[in-house]
């Protein structure tokens, strides 16, 4: 059942951008400023982000990247999951010692340590994600326009000019 899940996840990280590849790119909407005309803001897309990890990068035109994240955040959950399972059965186990006294009542059984160890790693790691999907949609969003601002310009004799341009803001 976990190698089926792994394989799948792996098939969807390798065919989502061949996916997006394929798809026609949406034409260049005009130069206007306006929130609305901007699409998501970047604090949009950071909650997104933390309550679905990806949402914000397929908000702002990345759905590669929010698969990645996805993925991420549910493998790390996956894992948290199972090692609060493993861990109730180290506890289990742990009870049935000492009730058959084989394990003193101060003693701690090393493999329920061993367990909470794990279980503390993977929901640091999943909160980690979590934040580290925000941060990035977050930094997409502000950099989503970044291409049409910096380019290159090719010169006579086969040079090419770097150019960037700044918009300033129109006073009424």
Excluded at 81 to 96: I, K, M, P, V, W
Excluded at 120 to 125: G, H
Aim: with cysteine; glycine share 8%; proline share 6%.
């Amino acid at each position: 059942m976990q190698i089926r899940c792994l394989v799948f996840a792996l098939a969807a990280l390798v065919i989502a951008p061949t996916l997006v590849a394929q798809q026609t790119p949406p034409a260049a909407a005009p130069a206007d400023t306006t929130e609305r005309s901007r699409g998501v803001s970047p604090r949009g897309a950071f909650i997104r982000s933390l309550i679905l990890p990806g949402w914000g990068q397929s908000a702002v035109g990345a759905p590669g990247r929010g698969g990645v994240y996805f993925a991420l955040e549910s493998g790390s959950l996956w894992m948290l999951y199972r090692t609060q399972q493993r861990l109730n059965d180290a506890r289990s186990q742990e009870r049935f010692l000492r009730e058959n006294r084989l394990l003193g009542a101060q003693e701690q059984f090393a493999l329920v340590e061993a367990r909470e160890e794990q279980r503390e790693d993977w929901l640091v790691l999943s909160v980690f994600w979590l934040f580290f999907a925000g941060a990035d949609a977050y930094v997409a969003a502000y950099l989503r326009d970044f291409d049409r601002h910096i380019g290159m310009v090719p010169e006579p004799g086969g040079a090419l000019r770097l150019q960037a341009t700044v918009p300033l803001a129109r006073r009424p």
